[in-house]
């Protein structure tokens, strides 16, 4: 395990917060992904719409696509149920549990890991979600969950963390992780052993320990774990 942290006293947020404004605000950030929807359910494109992201595999533009849609899901599932934003809800589970797995690439752009980290999170948020509980969504939304974890367990790094590039020679298992997005899976992957999506806790553990790893005398993180 990493070194004892130091406590950090927490950093007080900004005086006289208006809840509701805040409240409009994720309102208005609902009726946006309610009003831009794609018929199918999905949002956006899948396309490379910058010259600035012209380097990467075109595979990752789709990968990128799926993680954001796990977001967006996640999401609507907190929301308020009102009778437009549950058929988004429902059109954007559907998706999701239907969609193409992102792929690896052959070399050092492994983007393919959004798409299977957060399609992780949104599974296991969806099935704990008493909506989605029912004869007709549990079984599509487990089995697209089981794949998800699957590839994430047949992908993570030795050290225990997940990564988005690899250095030569390009491996299935990369070899280099992040602090950051080892830890946005950690409680999914949890969920997921408690589901019965995966045989054992030992994917969670690693990734778990190489967080762990990452924390820094003072309490921040390292953007990664290099021993």
């Known amino acids: 395990s990493g070194p004892e942290a130091t406590p950090v006293a927490p ?3 900004p005086l006289g917060v208006d809840r509701g ?4 605000g994720f309102d208005r950030a609902i009726a946006f992904l309610v009003g831009t929807q794609n018929p199918d359910g999905s949002w956006g494109s899948t396309s490379c719409e910058t010259t600035m992201e012209m380097s990467f595999a075109v595979e990752t533009h789709y990968a990128w696509s799926v993680a ?3 977001l967006a899901t996640m999401a609507l599932l907190r929301a308020e149920e009102r009778p437009g934003r549950r058929a988004a809800l429902d059109k954007a589970v559907r998706w999701l549990c239907n969609c193409r797995m992102t792929m690896r690439g052959s070399n050092w752009d492994n983007d393919a890991v959004w798409g ?4 992780a999170v949104a599974s296991t948020a969806i099935a704990q979600d008493e909506r989605f509980r029912t004869d007709d969504w549990r079984g599509p939304v487990a089995h697209r969950g ?3 974890v699957g590839w994430l367990a047949k992908n993570q790094e030795p050290l225990g963390g ?4 690899d250095d030569p020679t390009f491996t299935r298992r990369r070899k280099w ?8 899976v950690v409680p999914a992957l949890d969920q997921a052993r408690q589901l019965g999506w995966i045989d054992d806790g030992a ?3 690693r990734a778990v320990a190489y967080v762990q790893r990452c924390r820094l005398p003072n309490g921040a993180y390292s953007y990664d774990w290099t021993p």
Do not use: D, I, M
């Open 21 to 24: 404004a805040g409240r409009a």
């Open 146 to 148: 089981r794949e998800f």
């Open 68 to 70: 954001a849609h796990g």
């Open 162 to 165: 997940f990564g988005y590039y």
């Open 203 to 205: 994917t969670h553990e």
């Open 177 to 184: 992780g992040t602090s950051f997005a080892t830890a946005a």
């Open 116 to 119: 299977w980290l957060y399609g």
């Open 11 to 13: 950093v007080p947020g």
